[in-house]
């Protein structure tokens, strides 16, 4: 249904946009006008610890300066309920007391169909409830009480039976004076080529009816009896009611407690997602049997964020997740990715609750993998790196990938953090390359000593190790701030070098490819690489992740502090830098005023003088303030702590 611009400004202009916003969010009472209109919140959208959402209650839209997310009224309930934009107009205008205008004859026919059509579907779920209960229902009953299902859930869900007969449900509905092209048209009924009978599709199964977001009967899911019966799950065709691409078991139910839960648990099955249910999940939806849509896609974003995959472990379920990846990809955009949970020993999500129960569930999701991960392992587990065109037919395959992704920001981001990924890859490639080339003499210098050795200490060492460490364990920090970075006056050779080569894969980000970039440096250049990116590339199975430059010394990062704190840690250790470097210039200043001093000069060391007095006290108080937030980060519980966002994120 289109309506015109006036109606929805009208709804608009009755309803205060802070006052649908203010539901579902708390008010910054610092930043917050209520005489401007002028409101902040911590964004509903992405979690957050200082409020960058602002709501205009003159302009009528809101913005997230984090996440990126913005519209108006209407936009904020299709976000945060998952309304279409129809229900969303439809539900303010109720509000506001606006009355809608009655829809154009030909999308009145329409609807009348469809609705004639549900009501046929909810005679039928009548039927299956009726038999189920009945004496044919008997074995039924029985597969139901063995699954563990309660009579609350069975009632909640209207669990059902299909006698085995051709055409009770037809006879059912014939006697209520419906046509029996609508039973077909329903999905009901399969109408046999030749003239021949139609006789009911479902037939001794057990019956799950398939609601839409408005809790209405549009579909049917059957579950055989029969030990050996196929299909083992059947469900209705394509209707005017029903379509398997856009539609989620159980979305009614789950988008107001997955909007709370700022979480919401995809699963395969309709019946692992009423285990789930029935065990307090209440955030829990299935897709019916076809891959992941982009429809679907875009719908479990209006339910959570990071919306949580669960498959099994076994070598089905991590197909079906390489499946979902790719569908996936194209559609990501900034602030919203999905995880990925491969539940052990090929257990279903019914049997890990069953067994370990809710908490036992919640510690799998809670471990669950980022689609940045799942890619990663997907492509780097089918490669070898033995050669210089098999590195580029990795590096190739995954800008193929990245390069489907629409969203620009988020497109940059992958590639920047894959990058980095794969420079790094192809570095230590090439060290264990030369500790096998058959040359090995067993006098090879330590680890440690093998860093050293290239490295002198300076006042500043520290401090430019744990900026470049920054820069290559979250590489959106050095995109950013790259202008300010690749000016760093780092006073160690090492540093320097590096510093180039990190803005060198920045500015030549779909250009020189990175297996040719990572050939031409040398081995000291490799070695400290090597030792700034330990815990990135796998190296805890061989004793020597509890050294890592970086975590110890920004020992915090272990308490997986916010972006935003590392960031402000980030610009805080460039001005240490800087200030040093500035230091060191009024240094030089005043030795060579001792041979000449005149006006020129002394205004120099003047201008010094002001300019770093004035940075000494930024960055004396930013220091205090970076303290005072760690000090927060590490009372945290750890369950309670923000992880650092992933590469889609952005």
């Not at 065709?237 to 988008?255: D, I, Q, S, Y």
């Not at 090929?346 to 669950?368: C, I, N, R, W, Y």
């Not at 490799?526 to 920004?554: C, P, Y």
Request: charged fraction near 30%.
């Amino acid at each position: 249904m289109r309506f015109e611009t006036r109606l929805l400004d009208e709804i608009r202009a009755r309803l205060t946009l802070s006052d649908i916003v203010g539901r579902r969010v708390t008010w910054d009472r610092r930043k917050t006008q209520p005489g401007k209109g002028d409101y902040w919140a911590c964004c509903p959208f992405h979690q957050e610890k200082s409020p960058s959402f602002h709501v205009d209650d003159r302009r009528n839209r809101y913005k997230c300066f984090g996440c990126g997310a913005s519209g108006d009224h209407f936009t904020f309930l299709c976000e945060t309920e998952g309304l279409s934009f129809p229900e969303s107009v439809e539900r303010l205008a109720e509000q506001a007391g606006v009355a809608l205008p009655a829809p154009d004859p030909q999308a009145a026919r329409r609807e009348k169909k469809r609705a004639g059509l549900a009501d046929i579907c909810e005679m039928a779920a009548q039927f299956f409830q009726n038999e189920m209960a009945g004496p044919r229902g008997g074995e039924a009953r029985q597969y139901v009480a063995k699954r563990g299902l309660s009579p609350e859930t069975l009632r909640e869900f209207r669990f059902g039976f299909a006698p085995d007969s051709r055409d009770a449900l037809k006879t059912y509905l014939k006697a209520r004076e419906i046509p029996e092209a609508a039973m077909i048209e329903a999905g009901l009924l399969i109408q046999p080529e030749g003239g021949r009978p139609s006789y009911d599709r479902f037939r001794g199964r057990l019956m799950i009816p398939i609601q839409d977001d408005r809790g209405r009967v549009v579909a049917f899911g059957g579950r055989t009896m029969l030990p050996d019966g196929q299909p083992k799950y059947l469900n209705s065709p394509e209707t005017p009611l029903f379509h398997k691409g856009v539609m989620l078991f159980n979305a009614h139910r789950a988008r107001e407690p997955a909007f709370k839960a700022q979480e919401a648990v995809v699963v395969e099955g309709y019946m692992d997602a009423i285990a789930l249910y029935q065990a307090g999940i209440r955030h829990v939806v299935a897709s019916l049997g076809t891959a992941f849509t982009e429809d679907q896609i875009l719908r479990l974003w209006k339910f959570a964020p990071e919306p949580v995959i669960c498959f099994d472990g076994d070598a089905a379920g991590v197909s079906a997740a390489h499946r979902a990846i790719d569908r996936i990809f194209p559609v990501l955009k900034s602030g919203f990715s999905f995880q990925f949970c491969f539940l052990p020993d090929g257990m279903d999500p019914d049997d890990l609750v069953k067994d370990q129960g809710v908490s036992g569930f919640h510690e799998q999701t809670s471990a669950a993998k980022s689609l940045f991960d799942v890619v990663w392992e997907r492509e780097i587990s089918v490669s070898r790196l033995d050669t210089p065109e098999r590195k580029a037919a990795l590096e190739k395959r995954f800008d193929d990938l990245i390069g489907t992704i629409r969203d620009e920001r988020v497109r940059r981001r992958y590639q920047l953090d894959l990058k980095f990924k794969l420079s790094n890859l192809f570095f230590e490639s090439a060290r264990q390359g030369r500790r096998t080339d058959g040359k090995k003499t067993g006098t090879e210098p330590s680890f440690l000593g093998m860093v050293k050795e290239g490295v002198s200490e300076s006042d500043d060492f520290g401090n430019e190790r744990l900026v470049l460490g920054l820069c290559m364990r979250f590489p959106h920090l050095l995109d950013r701030h790259f202008e300010r970075f690749s000016r760093l006056p780092f006073v160690n050779t090492l540093h320097r070098q590096l510093r180039d080569v990190l803005c060198r894969i920045v500015d030549e980000l779909e250009g020189t490819p990175i297996a040719d970039l990572t050939q031409a440096h040398d081995t000291a250049l490799r070695d400290i690489m090597h030792e700034m990116m330990l815990e990135t590339i796998g190296l805890q199975q061989q004793k020597k992740a509890e050294f890592s430059v970086l975590n110890h010394r920004f020992p915090l990062l272990k308490s997986h502090p916010p972006e935003d704190f590392v960031e402000a840690a980030f610009l805080h250790f460039i001005d240490v830098l800087e200030l040093n470097a500035l230091e060191e210039e009024l240094d030089s200043e005043l030795s060579g005023a001792d041979e000449q001093l005149d006006e020129t000069v002394w205004g120099r060391i003047q201008a010094l003088t002001q300019d770093l007095s004035r940075r000494r006290e930024e960055c004396a108080r930013d220091e205090a303030e970076l303290a005072e937030r760690a000090k927060k980060i590490r009372a945290a519980p750890p369950v309670e702590a923000l992880a650092i966002t992933s590469a889609a994120d952005a």
